[in-house]
């Protein structure tokens, strides 16, 4: 009885040491002394961190407690910290903790939680792989780590029922380097089924086509065919999108005058998630999207149309005009949404009309070719300023709206990518192709795209 009653006194202290320690970190005088005392409490303080950090109105920075928890306590926190995540049922609770769970950076706990009952920790201890075994961006591999064990784990993630889950293996997949290659293509020839598809597209993504085997490409392109046959027009909003504007149906023609090549067919939703991932990842210029004929025009996708851009203003200008002398007409815009600015060029008979940028950090002045448009002069009026071209009309009210008009006067004086539909008719199917960019600088990388 006295050991007990001993035991008993000591505890109360002890636990207020540790909440006054916790207390402490909030204070970044008594920081560092806070921490000392918390990493010598080892696991008896990683509950009352946990707690803390679960406590809507505490004071301490989640950061503070992270630190601690991985930094000075270390592994021996892991268990516990596993617990909460798999019993924290709200969704700003479970982001606290799996962003402690994901900083430990201990990738054998990792593997071992990636069959956990619950889908929160699978997904968190496959983040936590890619936290610490990541080689994309250059970095360089984890020396501690077998590469081709934690590939083996994640593999049958693939297929998890959970599809948040299913999704994060595969990403993970993706920045573990080339051994997922051989790995994929063995599930893709050998299996399981239920592990193919997403198997193709980790290959894709790591390798791009080249990673692929020619059964595999063929029928990636047998399934565009067929989903071609009736394709329906979708926006192709990229978020920064650019693109040139032929009324015409001559796709081959468009084709010929632009001096594009390796012309493949491609699904209104394959040229859109093409655009994306050129138009995000830096301006890709050696890769465009041209669609069929979509009530009359044929428009043509990506970076290497922008009529404003610094680097390709003047060719743009130079293959629009040609456009223009084989078809009357042609155009080229620019418009990045949230700011990201306006620009467009309009060319009839081998004559430019007009050219101007605005971007919110340049009124694109030195791209201005022409008197302004009716239609600008329009918006002008309908935004309540003074018409830009005429005496007392203000630069910058101008600049501000000039900034978002393009997809307005697309619309008005053709068609705007941004805003098709099924309500638009579309005749023949649509083609990605290398522009004469990548002839001289290389060809696209390419990946995982949605057809």
């Not at 999704?167 to 993706?174: G, I, N, P, S």
């Not at 994929?184 to 089924?193: E, I, K, Q, S």
């Amino acid at each position: 009885m006295p050991c007990t009653t001993m035991g008993s006194r000591n505890s109360a202290p002890e636990k207020e040491t540790v909440v006054d320690a916790i207390e402490a970190l909030a204070d970044p005088g008594l920081r560092e002394a806070a921490r000392d005392t918390l990493a010598a409490r080892g696991s008896a303080a990683v509950g009352p961190l946990l707690d803390e950090l679960l406590d809507a109105n505490s004071p301490v920075p989640h950061g503070q407690i992270e630190f601690v928890l991985t930094e000075r306590i270390g592994p021996v926190a892991f268990d516990e910290v596993l617990k909460t995540l798999a019993a924290t049922e709200d969704e700003e609770s479970r982001r606290r903790i799996s962003r402690v769970f994901t900083s430990f950076r201990t990738v054998d706990r990792y593997v071992e939680a990636l069959s956990h009952p619950s889908a929160e920790v699978r997904n968190s201890a496959a983040y936590g792989i890619q936290s610490a075994c990541s080689v994309a961006f250059g970095r360089e591999p984890n020396p501690d780590v077998d590469y081709a064990l934690v590939i083996d784990a994640l593999t049958p993630l693939l297929a998890d029922p959970d599809p948040e889950v299913a999704q994060r293996a595969e990403w993970v997949l993706t920045v573990l380097g080339p051994g997922v290659v051989e790995r994929m293509r063995d599930v893709r020839v050998h299996g399981p089924a239920n592990l193919r598809s997403r198997a193709l597209s980790v290959l894709a993504s790591v390798g791009g086509e080249e990673a692929l085997s020619p059964a595999d490409r063929a029928a990636v392109e047998r399934l565009i065919r067929i989903k071609a046959l009736d394709d329906q027009a979708l926006p192709l909003d990229t978020c920064f999108t650019s693109w040139i504007a032929v009324p015409t149906g001559d796709q081959q023609g468009i084709v010929e005058v632009l001096d594009l090549f390796e012309a493949r067919p491609a699904t209104f939703g394959l040229g859109l998630s093409v655009g994306m991932h050129d138009s995000h990842d830096g301006a890709e210029y050696g890769r465009v999207y041209v669609t069929p004929e979509v009530d009359g025009w044929t428009l043509v996708v990506g970076p290497w149309c922008n009529p404003v851009d610094p680097e390709r203003a003047e060719d743009v200008l130079r293959v629009v005009t040609e456009l223009s002398r084989r078809y009357d007409r042609a155009q080229a815009y620019y418009f990045g949404e949230q700011g990201g600015g306006s620009g467009w060029l309009v060319v009839e008979d081998g004559t430019v009309v007009r050219r101007f940028g605005s971007y919110w950090s340049d009124d694109g002045a030195r791209f201005t070719v022409g008197d302004p448009l009716p239609e600008e002069r329009a918006a002008c009026v309908e935004e309540g300023i003074t018409p830009v071209g005429d005496a007392g009309a203000d630069d910058e009210e101008w600049a501000d709206l000039a900034a978002y008009l393009a997809p307005q006067l697309a619309d008005q004086l053709g068609l705007s990518p941004l805003d098709l539909g099924p309500h638009n008719t579309a005749r023949g199917i649509g083609a990605v192709a290398l522009t004469p960019y990548a002839r001289e600088h290389g060809r696209p990388h390419t990946g995982a795209y949605a057809i």
